[in-house]
């Protein structure tokens, strides 16, 4: 079910009760492998010795790509 914004705070961005790690976020969102990836390289950008900005960004990238492509052949075999 999708919720619908007035443009104010909205309920999605309230974290869930008990959320600590970035995990209990991937977790409550039920996010694939691919979109968990992301939010980790999005949250952890720039800040990381063994991950300079370019890295995260390619990795960004490759996981949005493979999503789309999983998307897509859903969108294919669901017609």
Known sequence: M????????????V???G?????DLISHKNM???IGEIFRACY???EVAHSEMLRD?????FYAEAE????EKLEQING
């Open 2 to 13: 999708q919720v619908k914004s007035d443009g104010s705070t909205a309920s999605y961005y």
């Open 15 to 17: 974290l869930p009760r």
């Open 19 to 23: 959320a600590k790690q970035l995990q």
């Open 32 to 34: 694939n492998a691919q």
């Open 44 to 46: 952890r950008y720039g």
């Open 57 to 61: 960004a390619k990795k960004i990238k």
């Open 68 to 71: 789309i492509k999983r998307l």
